[in-house]
Structure formats: structure tokens, C-alpha cells
């Protein structure tokens, strides 16, 4: 069983600044993959950030603002998130890609962090 954990959400005015943290454990051979996604009330889960053997991935909205990062040892991503707008209020959600036997990728996600951008 692998667990996924979010933390750090939280309440901030337009243009400041919050990190996000996720890490993964239990029966983990290897991470293939990691990734923050957002969800509006009622709208669809979309990827915001993405990292993969170095190579990393931006929604248009957050490039040059949101920055990635990943630590291999610990099983853990971070999502540092600078001049917020209210626009980038969401639940915020961390995927781990579980690589598996035979070549399969197992997606697990965590239960959520509330991020909250005032005006």
C-alpha cells in the first residue's frame, strides 16, 4: 500500500508566497513520476506542475510564478508558489506514478491541501 500526504496549504493575500510539500511512502520501489494538480469547486482536476527524471512541466497559468521540485531520497515534491492570485485559489492535490512489475505505472493520490489566495 503506498500513502500519499499534502501539507502546507493555507490562506494568503495576492502576491505571496506558500510551499507545498508531498512525500509517499510504503511499498515503493521506485517513483516514476510526480505532479500537483488543482481543482476549482465544480471544475475538472488540472495538472499545475509535473517532475519526471529531471524534466519538469508547467500549466500556462503558473509558468514563471510556481516552481517544482523533488527530492529522489525521501520520496517527496515540492510546489513553491510565488506572486499568487486569487485566480490560483483551488484544493491542490500530489500525484505519485508508482512504477510497478511488468512496466506498469500506478497512480496514487493524496487527500488534498486548501490553498486560499485573497485579493
Known amino acids: 500500500q503506498v500513502q500519499v500526504v499534502e501539507s502546507g496549504g493555507d490562506l494568503v493575500q495576492a502576491g505571496g508566497s506558500l510551499r507545498l510539500s508531498c512525500v509517499a511512502s510504503?511499498?515503493?520501489?521506485?517513483?516514476?513520476?510526480m505532479g500537483w494538480y488543482r481543482q476549482i469547486a465544480g471544475k475538472q482536476r488540472e495538472l499545475v506542475a509535473g517532475i519526471s527524471s529531471g524534466e519538469t512541466k508547467y500549466a500556462d497559468s503558473v509558468k514563471g510564478r510556481f516552481f517544482i521540485a523533488r527530492n529522489n531520497a525521501k520520496n517527496t515534491v515540492y510546489l513553491q508558489m510565488n506572486s499568487l492570485k486569487p485566480e490560483d485559489t483551488a484544493v491542490y492535490y500530489c500525484?505519485?506514478?508508482?512504477?510497478?512489475?511488468?512496466?506498469?505505472?500506478?497512480?496514487?493520490w493524496g487527500q488534498g491541501t486548501q490553498v486560499t489566495v485573497s485579493s
Open positions: 500525484n505519485a506514478q508508482i512504477n510497478g512489475e511488468l512496466g506498469r505505472l500506478y497512480d496514487y
Open positions: 510504503g511499498s515503493i520501489f521506485s517513483i516514476n513520476a
